[in-house]
Protein backbone atom coordinates (compact mmCIF):
# COMPACT_ATOMS: atom_id res chain seq x y z
CA UNK A 1 0.00 0.00 0.00
CA UNK A 2 3.00 2.38 0.09
CA UNK A 3 2.92 3.30 -3.35
CA UNK A 4 -0.73 3.28 -3.75
CA UNK A 5 -2.16 6.48 -5.68
CA UNK A 6 -5.82 4.79 -4.62
CA UNK A 7 -7.35 3.14 -1.24
CA UNK A 8 -7.43 -0.37 -2.22
CA UNK A 9 -10.80 -0.61 0.16
CA UNK A 10 -12.80 2.25 -0.94
CA UNK A 11 -11.02 3.72 -3.87
CA UNK A 12 -10.86 7.41 -2.93
CA UNK A 13 -7.64 8.96 -3.91
CA UNK A 14 -4.55 9.42 -2.35
CA UNK A 15 -1.77 12.57 -2.17
CA UNK A 16 -0.29 10.45 -3.86
CA UNK A 17 -2.41 10.34 -6.62
CA UNK A 18 -2.36 14.16 -6.79
CA UNK A 19 1.24 13.96 -6.93
CA UNK A 20 1.44 12.06 -9.95
CA UNK A 21 -1.38 13.64 -11.67
CA UNK A 22 -0.18 17.52 -11.47
CA UNK A 23 3.53 16.59 -12.35
CA UNK A 24 2.39 14.75 -15.39
CA UNK A 25 0.23 18.19 -16.82
CA UNK A 26 2.89 20.61 -15.68
CA UNK A 27 6.06 18.78 -16.71
CA UNK A 28 5.06 17.05 -20.13
CA UNK A 29 7.20 14.90 -21.84
CA UNK A 30 9.22 17.16 -24.43
CA UNK A 31 9.36 20.29 -21.65
CA UNK A 32 12.58 22.48 -22.42
CA UNK A 33 14.44 22.32 -18.86
CA UNK A 34 15.60 25.64 -17.84
CA UNK A 35 18.45 26.49 -15.59
CA UNK A 36 17.04 26.75 -11.94
CA UNK A 37 18.97 26.20 -8.36
CA UNK A 38 17.84 26.13 -4.63
CA UNK A 39 20.16 28.29 -2.53
CA UNK A 40 18.67 25.89 0.79
CA UNK A 41 19.87 22.60 1.59
CA UNK A 42 16.61 20.13 1.42
CA UNK A 43 14.46 22.72 -1.06
CA UNK A 44 14.66 21.32 -4.44
CA UNK A 45 13.87 23.28 -7.82
CA UNK A 46 13.14 22.37 -11.20
CA UNK A 47 11.89 24.77 -13.84
CA UNK A 48 10.96 23.96 -17.37
CA UNK A 49 8.72 25.61 -20.45
CA UNK A 50 6.60 23.03 -21.22
CA UNK A 51 6.06 22.68 -25.18
CA UNK A 52 4.44 25.33 -27.52
CA UNK A 53 3.99 27.07 -24.50
CA UNK A 54 5.63 30.60 -23.45
CA UNK A 55 5.11 29.48 -19.11
CA UNK A 56 7.07 28.48 -17.17
CA UNK A 57 6.81 26.09 -14.34
CA UNK A 58 8.88 25.14 -11.54
CA UNK A 59 8.71 22.81 -9.29
CA UNK A 60 9.76 23.11 -5.29
CA UNK A 61 10.01 20.48 -3.47
CA UNK A 62 10.62 20.71 0.37
CA UNK A 63 12.32 17.66 2.07
CA UNK A 64 14.31 19.07 5.37
CA UNK A 65 13.87 16.21 7.77
CA UNK A 66 12.89 17.24 11.53
CA UNK A 67 16.33 15.74 12.86
CA UNK A 68 18.35 12.51 12.15
CA UNK A 69 16.15 10.53 14.45
CA UNK A 70 12.73 11.21 13.31
CA UNK A 71 10.31 8.91 11.67
CA UNK A 72 7.46 9.88 10.31
CA UNK A 73 7.76 13.52 10.75
CA UNK A 74 6.29 16.51 9.62
CA UNK A 75 9.35 17.80 8.16
CA UNK A 76 10.79 21.23 8.05
CA UNK A 77 8.11 24.74 7.19
CA UNK A 78 10.15 26.41 3.85
CA UNK A 79 9.30 29.84 2.75
CA UNK A 80 11.43 30.50 -0.01
CA UNK A 81 11.37 32.60 -2.94
CA UNK A 82 11.07 31.97 -6.39
CA UNK A 83 13.05 34.19 -8.67
CA UNK A 84 12.44 34.49 -12.59
CA UNK A 85 15.10 35.98 -14.81
CA UNK A 86 14.43 36.79 -18.12
CA UNK A 87 10.73 36.73 -18.34
CA UNK A 88 8.56 39.85 -19.02
CA UNK A 89 6.64 41.69 -15.85
CA UNK A 90 3.11 42.03 -15.99
CA UNK A 91 2.11 38.55 -16.26
CA UNK A 92 0.71 36.15 -13.54
CA UNK A 93 1.51 33.55 -11.30
CA UNK A 94 -0.40 30.37 -9.97
CA UNK A 95 0.75 28.03 -7.11
CA UNK A 96 -0.36 25.00 -6.59
CA UNK A 97 0.74 22.90 -3.44
CA UNK A 98 0.37 19.30 -2.34
CA UNK A 99 1.61 18.87 1.83
CA UNK A 100 -0.24 17.46 4.66
CA UNK A 101 -2.87 19.99 4.71
CA UNK A 102 -3.93 19.01 1.37
CA UNK A 103 -7.50 17.63 1.44
CA UNK A 104 -7.33 13.37 -0.48
CA UNK A 105 -10.51 13.57 -1.46
CA UNK A 106 -10.47 16.65 -3.50
CA UNK A 107 -6.68 17.61 -4.57
CA UNK A 108 -4.78 20.69 -4.59
CA UNK A 109 -6.65 23.80 -5.02
CA UNK A 110 -4.65 26.34 -7.38
CA UNK A 111 -3.75 30.07 -5.58
CA UNK A 112 -2.74 33.24 -7.11
CA UNK A 113 0.25 34.66 -5.75
CA UNK A 114 1.25 37.94 -5.95
CA UNK A 115 4.66 38.40 -8.24
CA UNK A 116 6.97 41.13 -7.32
CA UNK A 117 10.32 42.70 -9.31
CA UNK A 118 13.44 42.19 -7.99
CA UNK A 119 16.58 43.58 -8.22
CA UNK A 120 17.43 43.53 -12.21
CA UNK A 121 16.66 41.31 -14.40
CA UNK A 122 13.57 39.04 -12.52
CA UNK A 123 10.85 38.58 -10.78
CA UNK A 124 10.26 37.11 -7.17
CA UNK A 125 7.22 35.00 -6.03
CA UNK A 126 6.99 33.55 -2.40
CA UNK A 127 6.79 29.72 -1.64
CA UNK A 128 5.67 28.55 1.68
CA UNK A 129 5.45 24.65 2.42
CA UNK A 130 4.21 23.76 6.07
CA UNK A 131 6.69 20.72 5.70
CA UNK A 132 7.75 17.81 3.52
CA UNK A 133 5.66 18.55 0.53
CA UNK A 134 5.88 20.06 -3.26
CA UNK A 135 4.44 23.37 -4.73
CA UNK A 136 4.57 23.54 -8.87
CA UNK A 137 4.07 27.25 -9.60
CA UNK A 138 3.35 28.81 -13.15
CA UNK A 139 4.03 32.16 -14.34
CA UNK A 140 2.19 33.07 -17.79
CA UNK A 141 3.80 36.02 -19.18
CA UNK A 142 1.58 38.88 -20.46
CA UNK A 143 0.61 38.56 -24.51
Known sequence: GQ???????SGA?????????????SFPPGSVLLRSSSSR????ALAVRPPGSR???VLVVDR?????????GRGVPASVKVRLRGVRSGGTASLLAIDRL?????GPSTTRPPVTGSKGD???????????GLAVLRYAPPA
Open 3 to 9: FDLVDRN
Open 41 to 44: AGVV
Open 64 to 72: QVDGSGVVG
Open 102 to 106: TPPAR
Open 13 to 25: KLLSFWTQYDLAR
Open 122 to 132: GLEVDVRLPGY
Open 55 to 57: DVD
